[in-house]
């Protein structure tokens, strides 16, 4: 089992930027792929962003490309995701989720491991 944490969530005006940290506990000698979800109230949980086990390959939503990175520290157990030039559409909760097969981390995918989501409000 993996538990997953995340924080560094809030209320941000157009165009600011936030840190987003997911902290991993658990089976942590396991590398998993690991990856970001957000769903808005009303829509459908939507793919963000996707890093593999060594941080050497990543995957974003058009969405989010050019203005959203990525990024892990295994030695931390922790990934993070920078967000810069928000706009009110990225108003969402933040989802960390972790999975065996990068596979499954995609639009429209799932994984194993959810962590509870973090609130991000960005405001026009």
């Known amino acids: 089992q993996v538990q997953l944490v995340e924080s560094g969530g809030g209320l941000v005006q157009a165009g600011g930027s936030l840190r987003l940290s997911c902290a991993a506990s658990?089976?942590?000698?396991?590398?998993?792929?690991m990856g970001w979800f957000r769903q808005a109230p009303g829509k459908e949980r939507e793919f963000v962003a996707r890093i593999n086990w060594n941080g050497a390959s990543t995957y974003y939503a058009d969405s989010v490309k050019g203005r959203f990175t990525i990024s892990r520290d295994n030695a931390k157990n922790t990934m993070y995701l920078q967000m810069n030039s928000l706009e009110p559409e990225d108003t969402a909760v933040y989802y960390c989720?972790?999975?065996?097969?990068?596979?499954?981390?995609?639009?429209?995918?799932?994984?194993?491991?959810w962590g509870q989501g973090t609130q991000v409000t960005v405001s026009s």
């Open positions: 989720a972790a999975d065996e097969r990068a596979s499954r981390l995609v639009p429209g995918g799932s994984a194993d491991y």
């Open positions: 658990g089976r942590t000698n396991s590398i998993y792929p």
